[in-house]
């Protein structure tokens, strides 16, 4: 079955550095790659998410990037505030309904001021 | 307001006991999904279910049983629940396994 690794666990930055989370997966039939974030207390929520045919998509501060070919993906957050400070969780899936979906195991993230 | 619920929020319980843990959805998802939340493990996904009468194993599905016989309801049952069940739960939903909307979490502990 799928896993998918997720690098670093713990990741402190300056406000307004950038930050940058990595993720691999080892099923070349994972197409879907979303990325969620979750604060202190707080259920996931879906910041930005990517097809396996699309090598980057931005949202603002945030942008994903895929290699498949190297079966990683990464998320880079430009700019960060303090609102940044959350775990984030990497996924994959086969996503075409009804896949199910294997996580990575977090990164937090601290913006220090 | 669309929404995912879960019920209980909190439960504390005993070995062996039987419980559910329910969930609905009010924006007519077709896909539904339990997770369990374990420090330093991630989200693992433990049963989900495409449609009604529709559902599958995900990484974790020992110990746990679902049903999904009306498609906003997608209840988790324990039926001998144990120590090691002792997690935080969430269940979510989504269109077609895309963007999941997540309920607010149940906190289980297994005494």
């Known amino acids: 079955g799928e896993n998918v690794e997720q690098h670093p666990s713990t990741l402190s930055v300056q406000e307004g550095d950038s930050a940058v989370i990595k993720c691999t997966y080892s099923d070349s039939a994972s197409n879907y790659f979303p990325w969620y974030k979750q604060e202190l207390g707080k259920r996931p929520q879906l910041i930005i998410d990517?097809?396996?045919?699309?090598g980057e998509k931005k949202d603002q501060r945030i942008a994903v990037t895929l290699n498949k070919t190297a079966k990683h993906f990464s998320l880079h957050i430009t700019e960060t505030q303090p609102e940044d400070s959350a775990v984030y969780f990497c996924?994959?899936?086969?996503?075409?309904?009804?896949?199910?979906?294997?996580f990575g195991p977090g990164t937090r993230l601290s913006v220090l001021p | 307001e669309a929404q995912v619920t879960q019920n209980p929020r909190y439960l504390i319980t005993v070995t062996g006991k039987k419980l559910t843990v329910t969930c609905s959805q009010n924006?007519?998802?077709?896909?539904m999904s339990w997770y369990r939340q374990d420090p330093g493990l991630g989200l693992r996904q433990i049963y989900y279910s495409m449609n009604v009468e529709v559902t599958d194993k995900g990484d974790v599905p020992e110990g746990y049983k679902v049903s999904r016989k009306e498609k906003r309801n997608f209840p988790l049952i324990l039926e001998s629940p144990s120590p090691n069940q002792t997690s935080l739960y969430f269940c979510a939903s989504s269109f077609s396994g895309n963007e999941q909307f997540f309920g607010p979490g149940t906190r289980l502990t297994v005494l």
């Open positions: 996924a994959a899936s086969g996503a075409n309904y009804g896949q199910n979906f294997v």
């Open positions: 990517i097809r396996s045919n699309v």
């Open positions: 924006m007519n998802h077709e896909y």
